[in-house]
């Protein structure tokens, strides 16, 4: 896996930050609303591996296997 859930990847540039008053428009609602959006099985996996790589390989067509064997092998990375 590239990066854990609370962490960023060296080139994101956050929309803002969480003590921005902004945060909750810009940021934890349209995620909140996308994760919602998405199959039982897939917002399992956002729990357990967090969002960004989830919703890309969802977005991707990737079946929950392969992102679980991707991270059973350490190569859940997505480019």
Do not use: N
């Not at 003590?19 to 995620?31: G, L, R």
């Not at 959006?37 to 956002?46: D, E, T």
Request: proline share 9%.
């Amino acid at each position: 896996m590239a990066h854990q859930a609370d962490t960023q990847a060296a080139t994101h540039i956050a929309k803002a930050p969480p003590d921005d008053p902004t945060y909750q428009s810009k940021v934890a609602i349209p995620v909140m609303s996308a994760v919602d959006s998405m199959p039982a099985v897939w917002r399992a996996l956002v729990h357990e591996f967090g969002y960004v790589d989830v919703y890309r390989a969802w977005r991707k067509r990737w079946t929950p296997r392969m992102v679980r064997d991707a991270a059973i092998d350490g190569r859940f990375e997505l480019p």
